[in-house]
């Protein structure tokens, strides 16, 4: 199996409960505009319905421009899948379908990735096929108001302990990442950064993106 | 299409967030020794992962005796018949995913319910093909304290008048169903009783069910 295309690097969780007072969909193409790379649309509280709606909407602009993702609900990425939309994935927790059971439901082209922070997760997932999931979620780094579950913050420290253990994995950094962390992420062996209110709560989502993603491209420079 | 084998007589909604204290599984495995004749396994709040392991613990009680169906999550459905479990099918409402959406996604042999109690509600479901779905589960006869999203009651009256109205599809009569309401339902045209509390609830489940079944098959004679 060759590796599915994907670019982490700026990594925006579209979050239904952390976007208030405006639309989702308009964020997504804001920060789609200022250059998210990759767009997972989350909606916890959602009714499967409305959360299929958000994600076809999105799809339209994120076609050609920026991997989209479906957190948890392997169903709805299929149903919009199978309408034709332009959607690359999913993202799934550890409470989520396992792994390998959401593998075999979604085939070998779409995008699967695992939120994993602790050594025994990653030890359950070596015991499955390789290529069973194409990147790992890794945090909280920092304590995060947008996930009420996240587990204890394990810092850049952490993360790059976690990153050197799953070295066969991209690692995207979460949990109270946004400016200002590109250098700390990069140096700690991310793959990208995963941000949820730095650009979801931002007055411009797309100015916020595209800030994130110069800060991302300088620290290469740097690193 | 041919129609899909159902027999909803004595329908247990298996609902996680109403059996407490006992094992789901159990009260699964004791109403189909009662007489069960079809079993959804409802779990709103619980993660996919756990939603899962219920289903394929309880399809080891329901196979060959049970009709087994799966609350909203259509992925749990596929990942759980993808590993050989005896499940039969979904059951889905108004705002999860679109009927025939879900219809694509399980193919033709799989069992699809839908809850519906508005004629607009029928309406939109005439406009697609014949076939997408097998029953209804109509209701709230009465009002429930199993289901705080659940519409206006609407009595036997409101029953009999849409099972008249939606008359090419059988009828499941929820919502606050339970003992001495069988001749009720039958004079109303229900194909079956949907019951929550009156058997999760019950010391007994299995008497419980078989009381209900007794007096369901009790009605057929006197209606």
Sequence with gaps: MTARPLDLSLYLVADAATITGRSLVDVVAQAVDGG?????IRGKDLSAADL???VEAA???????ATLLVNDRVD????ARAAGAAVDGVHIGQTDLPADRVRGLVGDDAIIGLSASLPRQLEALRRLPAGTVD?????????????KDHPTPI??????AFAELAHEFPCVAIGGVGPGDARDARRAGAAGIAVV???CSAE???????ALRFEWADAEVVA
């Design 36 to 40: 998210a790379s990759t767009v997972q």
């Design 52 to 54: 299929l709606a958000l």
């Design 59 to 65: 799809a339209a602009h994120t076609r050609g421009r």
């Design 76 to 79: 709805v990425y299929l149903a």
């Design 135 to 147: 990147y790992l979620g890794v945090g909280a780094v920092r304590a995060t108001p947008t996930k």
């Design 155 to 160: 810092g850049w420290t952490g993360f790059a």
């Design 197 to 199: 209110r730095a650009i």
């Design 204 to 210: 411009f989502p797309a100015a916020a993106a595209a």
